[in-house]
T-cell receptor, first 114, second 110 residues
Framework: EAGVAQSPRYKIIEKRQSVAFWCNPI?????LYWYQQILGQGPKLLIQ????????DSQLPKDRFSAERLKGVDSTLKIQPAKLEDSAVYLC????????????FGEGSWLTVV | QQPVQSPQAVILREGEDAVINCSSS?????VHWYRQKHGEAPVFLMI?????EQKGHDKISASFNEKKQQSSLYLTASQLSYSGTYFC???????????FGPGTRLSVLP
């Protein structure tokens, strides 16, 4: 079974530039998560989708971050404009459903903002 | 609200045991445990659902005390491969508000 796919794996951009990350969850998984993990900290949930609807985006900095999951399958996360403090690993994860299921993580997209 | 993990870090010799605790100030429905090695994605260890059950496989087990709103991860006869950062994640019964703790860094030395 294929895992959660993410791209690009690494990205270096200058502050005020924009960047987009793509995620393809495990087939059949209705719930998709985007997490931000800053070095030395636990993953922080940015947004959670159930199919193509947003369940929780309370910690998403909406002035610069946006995410969509138009057809309920793959998803993109965009940052525009980027700030230095956005340097982190962006982890996409998926699970069968919202409640009580294992969350499977992708390998992450490493962002460095200079 | 982020759960609290203790200890922050622990160093063991191969073969020793360790306990990592996770507690929350809110009612919990589920507790997930993950291990993350440096530069890699978190890997699922186990999930415990409301009901106070204990789960385990191999020499890693966990308990969930819903009354105390806490969970503990037990690592028995630790191996070098157990090294990494352990995160607990907690969620409510609506499948929302899932948050990870700050992590416990475990180092197993030969």
């Amino acid at each position: 079974e294929a895992g959660v796919a993410q791209s690009p794996r690494y990205k270096i951009i200058e502050k005020r530039q924009s960047v987009a990350f793509w995620c393809n969850p495990i087939s059949g998984h209705a719930t998709l998560y985007w997490y931000q993990q800053i070095l030395g900290q636990g993953p922080k949930l940015l947004i959670q989708f159930q199919n193509n609807g947003v369940v929780d985006d309370s910690q998403l900095p909406k002035d610069r971050f946006s995410a969509e999951r138009l057809k309920g399958v793959d998803s993109t996360l965009k940052i525009q404009p980027a700030k230095l403090e956005d340097s982190a690993v962006y982890l996409c994860a998926s699970s069968l459903s919202q409640i009580g299921n294992t969350i499977y993580f992708g390998e992450g997209s490493w962002l460095t903002v200079v | 609200q982020q759960p609290v993990q203790s200890p922050q870090a622990v160093i063991l010799r191969e073969g020793e045991d360790a306990v990592i605790n996770c507690s929350s100030s809110k009612a919990l429905y589920s507790v997930h445990w993950y291990r993350q090695k440096h530069g890699e994605a978190p890997v699922f260890l186990m999930i415990l659902l409301k009901g106070g059950e204990q789960k385990g496989h191999d020499k890693i087990s966990a308990s969930f005390n819903e009354k105390k709103q806490q969970s503990s991860l037990y690592l028995t006869a630790s191996q070098l491969s157990y090294s990494g950062t352990y995160f607990c994640g907690t969620g409510d019964n609506y499948g929302q508000n899932f948050v990870f703790g700050p992590g416990t860094r475990l180092s197993v030395l030969p």
